[in-house]
């Protein structure tokens, strides 16, 4: 898992500099579907999702079924990953998702108190 995880923070900052509104690739498929298990979490203060969910709804049109499978379980490990955080790691997905996530999310990313923080 570690290792996944690794490789998908990788891919998150890799992809986020490169992600346009128009067609995403698969690995920013996948990094948009982590950046939504950290935006929507309650132990990271939970924002909200309206930007991401559509932007995933919009992407998954065409997609292979892998790859939505992979997205969904992208977002388990993310939520996982959370959940055994400590508190230098929460403050790494806290930035993860207040920076390279922004791309993904537009003006409603994550962070409690940020731009757009209604529940969703």
């Known amino acids: 898992m570690l290792k996944s995880f690794i490789v998908i923070a990788s891919l998150v900052a890799s992809t986020a500099a490169t992600a346009a509104p128009g067609h995403l690739t698969d690995g920013q498929y996948l990094a948009a579907a982590r950046c939504r298990a950290l935006i929507a979490s309650p132990a990271l203060g939970k924002g909200d999702t309206t930007g991401i969910d559509a932007v995933l709804r919009s992407q998954a049109a065409g997609r292979m079924s ?26 790494k ?28």
């Open 66 to 91: 892998f790859v939505a499978e992979k997205a969904d379980q992208v977002q388990l490990d993310a939520a996982r990953a959370v959940g055994h955080a400590d508190a230098d790691a929460k403050a």
């Open 93 to 120: 997905l806290m930035a993860e998702r207040d920076g390279a996530c922004r791309v993904y999310a537009g003006a409603s990313s994550g962070a409690a108190g940020g731009p757009s923080t209604g529940a969703n």
